[in-house]
């Protein structure tokens, strides 16, 4: 992404704005792991998008109109001893050298600057209860202004969220943003595959987790969208299961739900397959049918189709399934009406995909189900998750957990797996495990 393209974006954003009104949007903090340790620091979604600027302790301002330059930026000054530490950060001069602002300031000097830009501004725009920090700081300054309302100094008078914008505008990938979705998808495919090559009964599930960061961090991926599920028998059936700590048995299943971030745009990619390197008869029925379900999401999808009736779709088609394999039991309808279904596939088919693992962007837009539109990317990843305790089917079905999840992009007449490259039939899935 170069500099332009954030410019860019702030105009479209300043444009939406308007003149008369402020915008502001907070960097993420530096957050604290332990004494004098920081958790690697990952900037904000929406202050990146904008501003392209990987620094904590920041602020943007959005001033259209403004004389001195529309676009202020407001982080830390440039500081050898820091440098020396930490290594190079941008500085004030750098902001507007690199990052393009019209205007830099001190991040130490907010308090003094900033109730300035927000005098007879009308509207302002930021995202609100994000950054208490902020949150406060603002109504201070917005308080202080209306003390000076003798001096002819008008205090804005509405906040207004400016998510609403910015995730609108986010829900729709440019060319650039997709070459980086198709790169972290591309490498977090070779992750799956090199993980599924490596895996083997008495290994712990953490060591399949350290081939997944191998591979993404030997193709130029500096970290994971999220922590890798890798989950081994029934702990796939725990569905944010991140302990990773079991050790693997050769007659069950393993779920590695895991996607590398390229330059913050994420991959999220599920595979489940046998430890053995061949299903059993029951893991075989099951995952049929999860991928059934799959692939007929997948091919539902093109601009116009109604996101929910795709949803809808995947739970007709895997209540039918779970009727045939016997583990429900009872008429369709109703057992869709009743949602007994929910015993076995219990969340969505899938959620955009974007910066964030799971994006901004509205589902329904005024009560009504979204549309897809191209440039969208969404997952599709049905699942299907036995309980090991689950007393209402036979013990075969007991502890499978199964999900397949691929990043789809919605193109001009249909759509785009981005994730294609990590096999899902079974015979594939086979055949690749047993040229180890
Ligand atoms: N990896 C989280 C999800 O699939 O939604
Ligand atoms: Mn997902
Ligand atoms: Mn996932």
Known sequence: MKPIDFEKRRKTVMAQIGLGNIGLIPSAPDRTRNRDVDYPFRQDSDFYYLTGFN??????????????????????????????????HSGLEG??????????????????????????KHKVFYPMGR????????LEWINHLKKQSRNCVNAP??????????????LFKTTAELKLMRKAAQISAKAHIRAMKNCKAGMYEYQVEAEIIHELMQSGLRAVAYPSIVAGGKNACTLHYVKNESKLRKNDLLLIDAGGECEHYAADITRTFPISGKFSVAQKQLYQLVLDVQLAAIEQIKPGIVWNDIHQ????????????????????????????????????????????????GDY???EEWRVLE???????????????DCETVVAKWRGIGIRIEDDILVTQHGYEVLSVDVPKTIEEIETLMQEN
């Not at 004389?67 to 930490?86: P, T, V």
């Not at 991040?107 to 300035?116: A, E, F, R, S």
């Not at 008078?157 to 986010?170: A, F």
Request: aromatic share 8%.
């Open 55 to 88: 620094e904590s302790s920041a602020l943007a301002v959005f001033i259209p109109g403004r004389e001195q330059g529309e676009y202020i930026l407001f982080c830390r000054e440039f500081d050898e001893k820091k440098k020396l530490w930490e290594g190079s």
């Open 95 to 120: 902001a507007i050298t690199h990052y393009l602002a019209d205007d830099s300031f001190p991040i130490d000097d907010l308090n003094d600057i900033l109730p300035g830009m927000l005098e007879n």
């Open 131 to 138: 950054d208490s920090e902020l949150d406060h700081n603002l």
């Open 157 to 170: 008078g509405e906040l207004v969220s400016l998510e609403h914008i910015l995730h609108e505008m986010r």
């Open 313 to 360: 779709l995947s739970i007709r088609m895997m209540t039918t399934g779970l009727i045939k394999l016997g583990l429900l039991k009872g008429d369709r309808d109703s057992l869709i009406e009743d949602e007994k279904y929910k015993e076995f596939y219990m969340h969505r088919l899938g959620h955009w995909l974007g910066m964030d693992v799971h994006d901004v």
């Open 364 to 366: 329904k837009i005024e």
């Open 374 to 388: 191209k440039g969208m990317v969404l997952t599709i990843e049905p699942g299907v998750y036995v309980q090991p």
